[in-house]
């Protein structure tokens, strides 16, 4: 879908691009990555010709883009950038429809794909669409910046550390929709970071560049199992095994028949019950399925419901998401001493868990960094 | 959006008393002549006090609107990059014409352009440009990188940029020029009396030479109530060009 093929970009005596070459097939999440002045932004704006090549060739779609119209090129190309960029003097569903107004679309066809793309990210449209820019947080800004790159349906996105400028924790839930809406889309993605752990979670290919140079393209698995150089085993960090569990999404591992009991039963029928005799904890949940707590068995009184032997904690602080990572459900795992953690949905249901045994299987037999974490999980509650 | 109706209310219901005011010239006769009781003529003979603000909104309107189309593609220009390598030039150019006397340049420019309207309008026009060229210049520059960035990154042209980014994130300040200039152009206009274009100025200088302060004060007040409900009425329209607000 896209292809440089000895793609260099000199500024006077630096060398900003060395001939690059990279092959970047249709549908996939090309992440180029590198320390501050590798490169990798260069990169991205020679594909759409914000910067012009020195020398070699860029072809998306087999049309190498010198033979396009820059504007004509653009428009084709979604493009979404960290600071966001939306337009203050516009409302949001008027930022989004930006490359639409510009390619002449008809103004219900325009209403209809600002509906859409609102829902898509994740914004209700009726709240969102007349709001102005200023009146949105960090993390909303960059769902419209999304949304606007995505407005003309543009078979390829090109995005410059997207989510950049937002909390870490924002970060994470943008990564995951991120995940999500590119599951369905299936663009070509062009994703510059300078976040290892956000290149893991979203490339199906890392480009790593230093100096202009690229130094592996690659897999995150094999650029994180087999790094090219030392410079790529160092970028990636020490705590590779750990990193690999950024690829693996709590939902895919969770077991999901959980020992669960409602906030109504009485103790003593907890005890007689097989529940209580097998699992020593139990997830306590609500009328709706939303998780409530847990309790030890072993701490239930007599005649006393499971409140009173309920663990107090927040679900939304010692619960994770289904679309979370491993990686995070262990550090939230590490951080609590829990040996075990819930699975839960947006609205808090409890959807399953994920045990310990469970995330050292998903490391591999290759690897013992983390079973050492082990030792400091502790009991749980 | 809510937009508040009292101030752009306000400011017309000024204009319109500005307006009656100026035309009940029995008013103007009455007030003078209390105020003076010794001169024998307190109201400037040759014109009426609304035939001298008409005159004067003529020099004005004239030459800021030419201020106006000289000075705002002015500004745009040396913000491309085909006059960037001018901006100090037009940068040192338009404070010189600011700094210059006004009433030099009406001397300078008479012989050229004769006696009356002409020179005066050329004076005014040079005279004003500062604001409304460093106001452009400012509020072109004040726009985000990143918009602009994102602008051309979605395909935008560069007139499109201007017309739908540039221009109306900078609408705001530039009117603020704007304002400035026409606010003081009613001043210094009453200066173009010396060559005969007419407007307030007239009666000061009559009274300058008959030393007659009632022709004075009838002209500076005019004036000054002039510049006082221009600038209400052009802070509405700035006011109005503001990006839109919660």
């Given at each position: 879908?896209?292809?440089?093929?000895?793609?260099?970009?000199?500024?006077?005596?630096?060398?900003?691009?060395?001939?690059?070459?990279?092959?970047?097939?249709?549908g996939?999440?090309?992440?180029?990555?590198?320390?501050?002045g590798?490169?990798?932004?260069?990169?991205?704006?020679?594909?759409?010709?914000?910067?012009?090549?020195?020398?070699?060739?860029?072809?998306?779609?087999?049309?190498?883009?010198?033979?396009?119209?820059?504007?004509?090129?653009?428009?084709?190309?979604?493009?979404?950038?960290?600071?966001?960029?939306?337009?203050?003097?516009?409302?949001?569903?008027?930022?989004?429809?930006?490359?639409?107004?510009?390619?002449?679309?008809?103004?219900e066809?325009?209403?209809?794909?600002?509906?859409?793309?609102?829902?898509?990210?994740?914004?209700?449209?009726?709240?969102?669409?007349?709001?102005?820019?200023?009146?949105?947080s960090?993390g909303?800004?960059?769902?419209?910046?999304?949304?606007?790159?995505?407005?003309?349906?543009?078979?390829?996105?090109?995005?410059?550390?997207?989510?950049?400028?937002?909390?870490?924790?924002?970060?994470?839930?943008?990564?995951?929709?991120?995940?999500?809406?590119?599951?369905?889309?299936?663009?070509?993605?062009?994703?510059?970071?300078?976040?290892?752990?956000?290149?893991?979670?979203?490339?199906?290919?890392?480009?790593?560049?230093?100096?202009?140079?690229?130094?592996?393209?690659?897999?995150?698995?094999?650029?994180?199992?087999?790094?090219?150089?030392?410079?790529?085993?160092?970028?990636?960090?020490?705590?590779?095994?750990?990193?690999?569990?950024?690829?693996?999404?709590?939902?895919?591992?969770?077991?999901?028949d959980?020992?669960?009991?409602?906030?109504?039963?009485?103790?003593?029928?907890?005890?007689?019950?097989?529940?209580?005799?097998?699992?020593?904890?139990?997830?306590?949940?609500?009328?709706?399925?939303?998780?409530?707590?847990?309790?030890?068995?072993?701490?239930?009184?007599?005649?006393?419901?499971?409140?009173?032997?309920?663990?107090?904690?927040d679900?939304?602080?010692?619960?994770?998401?289904?679309?979370?990572?491993?990686?995070?459900?262990?550090?939230?795992?590490?951080?609590?001493?829990?040996?075990?953690?819930?699975?839960?949905?947006?609205?808090?249901?409890?959807?399953?868990?994920?045990?310990?045994?469970?995330?050292?299987?998903?490391?591999?037999?290759?690897?013992?960094?983390?079973?050492?974490?082990?030792?400091?999980?502790?009991?749980?509650? | 959006?809510?937009?508040?109706?009292?101030?752009?209310?306000?400011?017309?219901?000024?204009?319109?008393?500005?307006?009656?005011?100026?035309?009940?010239?029995?008013?103007?006769a009455?007030?003078?002549?209390?105020?003076?009781?010794?001169?024998?003529?307190?109201?400037?003979?040759?014109?009426?006090?609304?035939?001298?603000?008409?005159?004067?909104?003529?020099?004005?309107?004239?030459?800021?609107?030419?201020?106006?189309?000289?000075?705002?593609?002015?500004?745009?220009?040396?913000?491309?990059?085909?006059?960037?390598?001018?901006r100090?030039?037009?940068a040192?150019?338009?404070?010189?014409?600011?700094?210059?006397?006004?009433?030099?340049?009406?001397?300078?420019?008479?012989?050229?352009?004769?006696?009356?309207?002409?020179?005066?309008?050329?004076a005014?026009?040079?005279?004003?440009?500062?604001?409304?060229?460093?106001?452009?210049?400012?509020?072109?520059?004040?726009?985000?990188?990143?918009?602009?960035?994102?602008?051309?990154?979605?395909?935008?042209?560069?007139?499109?940029?201007?017309?739908?980014?540039?221009?109306?994130?900078a609408?705001?300040?530039?009117?603020?020029?704007?304002?400035?200039?026409?606010?003081?152009?009613?001043?210094?206009?009453?200066?173009?009396?010396?060559?005969?274009?007419?407007?307030?100025?007239?009666?000061?200088?009559?009274?300058?030479?008959?030393?007659?302060?009632?022709?004075?004060?009838?002209?500076?007040?005019?004036?000054a109530?002039?510049?006082?409900?221009?600038?209400?009425?052009?802070?509405?329209?700035?006011?109005?060009?503001?990006?839109?607000?919660?």
């Amino acid at each position: 879908m896209i292809r440089l093929e000895n793609v260099t970009k000199r500024y006077g005596e630096t060398l900003a691009v060395d001939s690059l070459t990279l092959d970047i097939p249709a549908g996939e999440v090309c992440v180029l990555i590198g320390p501050s002045g590798c490169g990798k932004t260069t990169t991205l704006r020679m594909m759409n010709r914000l910067i012009e090549p020195t020398s070699g060739h860029i072809f998306v779609d087999e049309a190498d883009v010198e033979t396009l119209r820059p504007e004509q090129l653009r428009r084709g190309l979604g493009y979404a950038i960290q600071s966001v960029g939306l337009f203050p003097h516009l409302t949001v569903g008027e930022n989004i429809v930006t490359v639409p107004k510009l390619l002449k679309w008809d103004k219900e066809r325009m209403a209809a794909r600002v509906e859409e793309l609102l829902t898509l990210v994740g914004l209700a449209p009726s709240e969102y669409e007349g709001k102005y820019p200023r009146q949105l947080s960090g993390g909303e800004a960059q769902r419209v910046g999304v949304a606007r790159a995505l407005a003309a349906d543009p078979p390829v996105l090109l995005m410059d550390e997207p989510f950049g400028a937002v909390d870490p924790l924002t970060r994470q839930r943008l990564q995951a929709e991120f995940v999500r809406i590119q599951r369905d889309l299936r663009k070509t993605v062009v994703f510059v970071t300078h976040d290892v752990d956000e290149a893991i979670r979203l490339a199906d290919r890392i480009a790593l560049m230093r100096g202009g140079r690229l130094q592996q393209y690659a897999t995150p698995e094999e650029i994180l199992d087999h790094p090219a150089n030392k410079f790529v085993h160092d970028f990636m960090g020490a705590d590779r095994a750990l990193k690999r569990l950024g690829r693996v999404k709590v939902s895919d591992v969770m077991r999901t028949d959980v020992p669960t009991v409602d906030s109504s039963t009485r103790a003593a029928d907890l005890r007689s019950r097989a529940s209580c005799a097998e699992e020593r904890f139990l997830y306590l949940v609500d009328g709706s399925g939303r998780l409530a707590g847990w309790f030890d068995c072993a701490d239930l009184a007599d005649g006393g419901g499971p409140e009173s032997a309920m663990t107090s904690v927040d679900w939304r602080e010692s619960a994770v998401a289904s679309d979370a990572s491993l990686k995070e459900a262990l550090s939230r795992m590490l951080e609590f001493g829990f040996r075990s953690i819930a699975v839960v949905d947006g609205e808090g249901r409890l959807l399953g868990d994920v045990a310990l045994p469970t995330i050292e299987a998903a490391l591999g037999a290759g690897d013992t960094h983390v079973a050492a974490a082990d030792g400091q999980g502790g009991a749980r509650p | 959006m809510k937009r508040r109706w009292t101030g752009p209310l306000l400011a017309a219901a000024a204009a319109g008393a500005f307006a009656y005011v100026v035309s009940r010239q029995d008013w103007w006769a009455a007030a003078l002549a209390g105020l003076f009781p010794s001169l024998p003529q307190t109201v400037f003979p040759t014109a009426t006090v609304g035939e001298l603000v008409i005159q004067h909104l003529e020099v004005v309107g004239i030459s800021s609107a030419l201020t106006i189309a000289i000075g705002v593609p002015l500004g745009i220009w040396v913000t491309r990059a085909s006059g960037k390598d001018f901006r100090e030039i037009v940068a040192a150019g338009v404070d010189f014409g600011q700094t210059f006397p006004p009433i030099a340049v009406l001397a300078l420019m008479m012989p050229l352009l004769g006696f009356g309207f002409a020179p005066a309008i050329v004076a005014l026009s040079l005279y004003g440009l500062f604001p409304v060229v460093s106001n452009t210049v400012a509020g072109l520059d004040a726009v985000p990188a990143s918009v602009l960035d994102a602008a051309r990154g979605m395909g935008m042209g560069r007139w499109r940029m201007l017309r739908a980014v540039e221009i109306p994130l900078a609408s705001r300040v530039m009117m603020g020029g704007v304002r400035t200039s026409v606010i003081v152009n009613i001043g210094t206009a009453t200066v173009a009396a010396a060559t005969g274009a007419g407007g307030l100025g007239s009666p000061i200088f009559s009274g300058i030479n008959l030393q007659n302060g009632a022709f004075v004060l009838e002209g500076a007040v005019a004036a000054a109530l002039l510049a006082v409900i221009a600038d209400a009425v052009l802070a509405q329209v700035e006011e109005a060009l503001a990006p839109a607000r919660a």
